[in-house]
Each structure stands twice: as structure tokens, then as C-alpha cells.
């Protein structure tokens, strides 16, 4: 039917480009008030039989990515324990779990019993995922009446025992079916190397985080004095299309930092410059530490990164230039240099609180769910990814994570609470130290005396980009910024952007002294970002 009609005249498609918007609103007030009886049918729901020119922009109107997003509505363990929640179209709900052993194994299985009710049309219908650290399935329903989910045979005892005390998570696709198909619409160009893709990363980061992608004059990179760079100074990037482009937009999201990427400067006796960076791709197509020359890491950016980088140099501050160990430095570096990226520790830089960190609707549940569906379909990786850094805040070794799951139970505590604890500089996984790209500058600067005297009460790896850029150690004076820093733009800022088509924005920037224990504690919801002082 569709494709049908998106093979229709011009004349007919133009038509419906006029006519739809008065139509759609008619239907919508006459629906919306007619309370007697259910609507045969929802406006929504017609949007798929639409010629595409005419559904699209107004299904961008109504959902976002973020609605790809499941909403968490309850935990069930037993018939005495009803779960009620509204969903996105039955307006009531209930379950209850029931323990049975029709397949006559040892630890049996067991019925989720889900009643739905109230659907506020004749079409429209819900999509639900259900968990155990065990297993994920899916199911949807379109009748109002009481549904059934079957499981034959618990995994072993542990998840018997999870269930029992914790229950099936039950998780809503708030948006639908029809909403999650135009969610999908508005993510899924995110991580594609084009026009499309980059302009749907620049939408996404002004929708939901308010940034303005001001165009600068061209030309958009800057001739570099290197005489005028030194060891320390900081390096903040921003990519915007592609595979980076697309995670380092989910990234800047959840954490509210207009970078998703970081890297410093180095310069050895002769006076040459380098620059240090975690995760460096490398001939093989791992992502590493390296120190490499400035010249090739400048070229790579210019000529064959087609992430289209937009870069600042944020230089140190003379006074805290002064303090600056470059000896201490390049020991560090050095001894990073060729190790993996620290995918170990990423995820908990941005997970300080137990509610205070996740753009609604995520929350810990659902992060425990994804853990649950990665670590099924790629299990070394979810260990390289969680498994070994929730060892370390258990005090366990090798256990995956259904076990830790279940090792959280007999501590008393829960997987949530287990998620804020910070992590440690000093923790070593058994490919060494963990540092991602932020956590190798700090680390660094911890290193080269920057944190000093309060170094000892500071976990770099809990930083995020954000955190970083808005330390006070750079440059607060534009008059002793290089002369070439800005040269073509006619805004002034107070770093210098030296490649990239849009200006960069760091709210915060250099406005922040460090303290003892910082950033182990701070939430980062979008849009404010609000946090406390001394977080």
C-alpha cells in the first residue's frame, strides 16, 4: 500500500501536501472529543498509508530518537504482586507471574499474565521487552484482553532465585509501533557517512541539547604556529557524521559535553611537537594510545578523517603551564603508548547517581537489560565493555553477569547502587591500566603535578569531557592567545577553534577549581545538565 502510494501523480501528492495538514487536525479535534465511544481510528495510525513527502515531516513532529527508547514499568515475582502502568495505547494495564513446572525440570518455569484494557483506538498497538539477567524477549498486543508469556524452563537455580525475589522487568516502547518506526527513522541516520547523517546529528544535538552549530567564514582550519603550542595544551574534538559522529552524539547527550573527544600536546628536548591520544586507530583497526607526530596526526584530520572533526586548542594558563612536569609527562605517555583504548572505564564516568545521570526513560533497569542483550550476542566484549569493572567495585574476579547480579543480592545492595560506585585510577584490568580518551589527558596531568597538592583525592576516570574543559587551567586572557587563533572568525572566543565548519561551544569552560572527590557524585540530565557544587 505504500509503495502504491508514494507512486501516485504529482498533482495527487501535491494535493495531499495542502489539503493533509487540515485534514490531520480535523480528525484529531473530532476524535480527540468524542468521548462516548472508542475511536475506530487514531490519526497517527493512518500515517503509514501517506505518501511519504506527507507522513514523514509530521511523524518528525511527533517522535524522536529517544523514543527508541524503553520505559521501565515494573518488576513482577508472584501472583500476590501486580504491576499497573499506562501504556502508549491500552490506558490499563496489570501483570502478575506465576510459577509453574509443566516442563518438569528441575527448577520449572513459569506464565506472565499481561491484561491490557482501554485502548484508545481500533488500530494502534503496544510493543513490550521483557528481562532476566538470563534472557530478553519481545512481544506486542493489539487486543484488549489478557495475554500470556511462556517460559518452559528456568536457566539454572540463579535465575529461579532472581526472578523470585526480583521479577521479570517489564519494559513499554513508549512510542509504539508506528513510533518506534519513525524513532528508528530519526536515529538511524546518525551513524551514516553523509550530508543526511550529519545534518541529523546537527538536528538531534539542537533538539535535545539546545546547541547552535553557528557557521564560521571560511577558511575552516587554521595555519598552527608550533612555536606557539606547548606540552599540556588540550586538544577538544567534535565529530559530527559517520560511525564517531553518531555515538559521539548519544554520547554528548547523556553527558552534556559539547566534545566527544580529547587529546593533548607534547614537546620533546628538540622541540618537536606530538600529540598524545586514546583511541588512535591504528594499521589494524584497533583503537589504541599513541603518541604520534604532530604533522601526521594534523594531515589525518585535515585531509582523511571523514567524521568532519571540528577541533579546539584550549591552552594551559601560564601559571599552571609553570607547574607542568614535562618529564613526568612523557614517562606517562610513553608508558600508555600501544595500549587499548579504556573501554573498561567508559561507561562509568558518565554514571555517578542512582537516578540523577539518565535522560528519561532510561534508568539503571534498562541499562542492566541492554548489559543483559550485549552480553549474550558478543560476550567478550561485554566483558571488556562492564563485567571486568563490576568485578572490581564487588571486590569479585571473573564472574559474569547474570553471577554478579546475583553476587549483588548477597552484599545487600543492588545494581543500581553498584553502577555509582567510582571508579579507582590505580584499579589494573588484565590488559593494565584503563584510560579513555579524557582519562589519558587527566591522567596525564595528575601525572605532570596539575592536580597537586589534592591529587591523591581525585579519580581522573570518573571525568567526562565536559568535566575537563571546565577545570580552570587554561588560558583566561585573550590577549596572550596566538595571534592566528581565530584570525578568520569575527566572534572571538575565548580558545581557539582551529578546524571545523561550525563554531564550538563549551558552556562552562575553564570556570571550575578542582577539590577533593570530584565529579564522583554529580548528575548530568539533559537538557540543564544542573549540578550541585561540589558533586
Known sequence: MFSIMASSSSSSSSFFVRCFPLLFFFFFFFFSHVQAVKSPIHPRDVLPLLPRQVSWPILNSLNSAIDLLPAFVGSVSSQNHIVSWKGACFYENTAWMEFHNKSGSEFGGGTLHIKVSKAHSWTCLDLYLFATPYRVTWDYYFLSREHTLEIDKWEDRAEYEYVKNKGISIFLMQAGMLGTLEALWEVFPLFTNTGWGESANLGFLK???????????????????????????????????????????????????????????????????????????????????????????????????????????????????????????????????????????????????????????????????????????????????????????????????????????????????????????????????????????????????????????????????????????????????????????????????????????????NSMDPYPHMNERCPSKPPKYSRPPNC
Not at 311 to 317: M, Y
Not at 409 to 424: A, M, N, R, V, Y
Not at 467 to 489: G, M, Q, V
Open 207 to 509: 533538539k535535545h541539547m539546545g546547541a547552535s552549530f553557528e557557521s564560521r567564514p571560511q577558511p575552516w582550519y587554521t595555519n598552527i604556529s608550533v612555536d606557539d603550542i606547548h606540552s599540556g595544551d588540550f586538544l577538544v574534538i567534535s565529530k559530527i557524521r559517520g560511525r564517531w559522529g553518531g555515538f559521539e552524539t548519544l554520547e554528548k547527550w547523556v553527558t552534556g559535553s559539547y566534545a566527544g573527544h580529547s587529546a593533548v600536546f607534547l614537546k620533546d628536548f628538540e622541540g618537536k611537537l606530538w600529540v598524545g591520544e586514546s583511541g588512535h586507530e591504528n594499521e589494524k583497526g584497533e583503537d589504541i594510545i599513541a603518541v604520534i607526530p604532530w604533522d601526521e596526526w594534523w594531515d589525518l584530520e585535515l585531509n582523511k578523517d571523514d567524521s568532519n572533526p571540528q577541533i579546539a586548542l584550549l591552552p594551559l594558563h601560564p601559571d599552571v603551564r609553570a607547574k607542568f612536569n614535562e618529564t613526568a609527562a612523557w614517562e606517562y605517555a610513553l608508558s600508555m603508548a600501544g595500549k587499548p583504548y579504556g573501554y573498561h572505564n567508559m561507561l562509568f564516568s558518565w554514571i555517578d547517581t542512582i537516578d540523577g545521570n539518565y535522560p528519561p526513560p532510561l534508568d539503571a533497569h534498562l541499562v542492566a537489560s541492554a548489559m543483559t542483550v550485549w552480553s549474550k550476542m558478543q560476550p567478550e566484549y561485554a566483558a571488556n565493555l562492564w563485567n571486568e569493572a563490576l568485578n572490581k567495585r564487588l571486590g569479585t574476579k571473573g564472574l559474569d553477569l547474570s553471577d554478579i547480579l546475583v553476587e549483588i543480592e548477597k552484599h545487600g545492595s543492588s545494581f543500581d547502587q553498584l553502577l555509582t560506585i567510582p571508579e579507582q585510577d590505580d584499579w589494573l584490568y588484565s590488559d593494565g591500566k584503563s584510560t579513555s580518551c579524557i582519562a589519558f589527558v587527566l591522567e596525564m596531568y595528575k601525572e605532570a603535578g596539575l592536580f597537586d597538592p589534592i591529587a591523591d583525592l581525585i579519580q581522573v576516570t570518573e571525568f567526562t569531557i565536559k568535566d575537563a574543559y571546565t577545570l580552570r587551567f587554561f588560558e583566561n586572557n585573550s590577549s596572550r592567545l596566538p595571534k592566528w587563533c581565530n584570525d578568520a572568525d569575527n566572534v572571538k572566543l575565548p580558545y581557539c577553534q582551529i578546524l571545523g565548519k561550525y563554531r564550538m561551544e563549551l558552556p562552562g569552560f
